[in-house]
């Protein structure tokens, strides 16, 4: 069994940062891609940022220069530095990975639970 538990979302006011953090726990030989994606009410998900093993990262257009994402491989965790934060990114941010499972030794992907970033003043 593997789980991401997904911490650090919240209120913030416009202008304002936050920083996610998601860490995997369970059954993992090794983890291969993470990412972030957002739903906001009404919308697709959308990815917001993601990393590969060898460290390279992708953004949203509308997050380039806001947003970092980083990992930490010995925690098998995944962070979103998000700074600037504008009402546009309010929106469920959840955490997304690829891994090997130690298990089954197979590709496996998994979601969090989300969590809930509102920007408001």
């Known amino acids: 069994q593997v789980q991401l538990v997904e911490s650090g979302g919240g209120l913030v006011q416009p202008g304002g940062s936050l920083r996610l953090s998601c860490a995997a726990s369970?059954?993992?030989?090794?983890?291969?891609?993470l990412a972030w994606h957002r739903q906001a009410p009404g919308k697709q998900r959308e990815l917001v940022a993601g990393?590969?093993?060898?460290?390279?990262?992708n953004y949203a257009d509308s997050v380039k220069g806001r947003f970092t994402i980083s990992r930490s491989t010995g925690k098998n965790a995944v962070y979103l530095q998000m700074n600037s934060l504008k009402p546009e990114d309010t929106a469920v941010y959840y955490c997304?990975?690829?891994?090997?499972?130690?298990?089954?030794?197979?590709?496996?992907?998994?979601w969090g639970q989300g969590t809930q970033v509102t920007v408001s003043s």
């Open positions: 990393i590969t093993p060898g460290g390279s990262t």
């Open positions: 369970g059954s993992i030989f090794r983890i291969n891609t």
């Open positions: 997304g990975i690829t891994y090997y499972s130690s298990s089954s030794g197979s590709l496996e992907n998994l």
